[in-house]
């Protein structure tokens, strides 16, 4: 069993910076993929960063120049840097990974971005 437990949620006005944590019950090496998600009231989730095997960091199109996934393997730790946040950043966000073909996901962070 692996567990996935995000931190550093909470109330931000607009134009303003969050970080967001995920704590791993394991190496994070261990992960093939790992990934951040989110999920806005009255929307569907969506993928807002990863980092695959390969160390190839993706965004979506929505974040992409704002936010910033990382990872600390020494403290089993992935970050979600947001900067420059908008209203429409405000959702649930997820820390999720995969170790060969099975996922782990946390229970989520609240953001809420309001002025």
């Known amino acids: 069993q692996v567990d996935l437990v995000e931190s550093g949620g909470g109330s931000v006005q607009p134009g303003g910076p969050l970080r967001l944590s995920c704590a791993a019950s394991?190496?994070?090496?261990?992960?093939?993929?790992i990934a951040w998600s989110r999920q806005a009231p009255g929307k569907q989730r969506e993928l807002v960063a990863s980092?695959?095997?390969?160390?190839?960091?993706t965004y979506a199109d929505s974040v992409l120049g704002r936010f910033t996934i990382s990872r600390d393997a020494g403290a089993n730790k992935i970050y979600l840097q947001m900067d420059s946040l908008m209203p429409e950043d405000t959702a649930i966000y997820y820390c999720?990974?995969?170790?060969?073909?099975?996922?782990?996901w946390g229970q989520g962070t609240h953001v809420t971005v309001s002025s």
């Open positions: 980092i695959n095997v390969g160390g190839k960091l």
């Open positions: 394991d190496n994070i090496f261990n992960f093939n993929f």
């Open positions: 999720s990974g995969n170790i060969l073909s099975r996922s782990y």
